[in-house]
């Protein structure tokens, strides 16, 4: 079965950097797109770019560009999302997902970011 | 950049009752590539519809989803406790654009 499984919740004081992984199993980690979509606490969802695990290429939102890289490693079926120069407002949970024609058909558990100092 | 808006921000229902959920786009938007979900607090969103129209794997009868251009709307038929919940629809492709979301609570 598909399955999408995140690193666990970091702490991390403003102007730090944090980078979140997403294991991939259960499908053909290559075939599909992976975004990153963020919740901020009591808030709705807001999508950040995505990476071709394929190819590698990326689109990022606007609002994240310069701030945002996303990786993967093919050999581990793992993609990453690092965001730096961080902020209170950048604390919320942060979702990998995968998303075909079928729309975002699987998330991962999401992994908190608290942003502190 | 399309900005989906959902009406209303707060629906109160009962159990049994039929809930109709909108979501507008500020331009037309693909029906092959429109979404809704479903989430619940501590929990990923769930994949309800998508294609406007089309139910996800192992999702009810009772949710149904239509619509195409910029008005597109859920439909829940009659409502059982589970489905208290917030929904989202979504924009699909290269990016992801999400309405704000269409919170359904127990009248």
């Known amino acids: 079965q598909v399955q999408l499984v995140q690193s666990g919740a970091e702490v991390k004081k403003p102007g730090a950097s944090v980078k979140v992984s997403c294991k991939a199993s259960?499908?053909?980690?290559?075939?599909?797109?992976m975004h990153w979509v963020r919740q901020a606490p009591g808030q709705g969802l807001e999508w950040m770019g995505r990476i071709n695990p394929n190819s590698g290429g990326t689109n990022y939102a606007q609002k994240f560009q310069g701030r945002v890289t996303m990786t993967r490693d093919t050999s581990i079926s793992t993609a990453y999302m690092e965001l730096s120069r961080l902020r209170s407002d950048d604390t919320a949970v942060y979702y990998c997902?995968?998303?075909?024609?079928?729309?975002?058909?699987?998330w991962g558990q999401g992994t908190l970011v608290t942003v502190s100092s | 950049e399309i900005v989906l808006t959902q009406s209303p921000g707060t629906l109160s229902l009962s159990p049994g009752e039929r809930a109709t959920l909108s979501c507008r786009a500020s331009?037309?938007?693909?029906?092959?590539?429109l979404a809704w979900y479903q989430q619940k607090p501590g929990q990923a969103p769930r994949l309800l519809i998508y294609?406007?129209?089309s139910r996800a794997t192992g999702i009810p009868d009772r949710f149904s989803g239509s619509g195409s251009g910029t008005d597109f709307t859920l439909t829940i038929s009659r409502l059982e406790p589970e489905d208290f919940a917030v929904y989202y629809c979504q924009q699909y492709g290269s990016s992801l654009t999400f309405g704000q979301g269409t919170r359904l609570e127990i009248k």
């Open positions: 997902a995968r998303v075909t024609v079928a729309g975002t058909d699987y």
């Open positions: 259960g499908y053909t980690f290559t075939g599909y797109y």
């Open positions: 294609g406007a129209s």
């Open positions: 331009q037309s938007v693909s029906s092959s590539y």
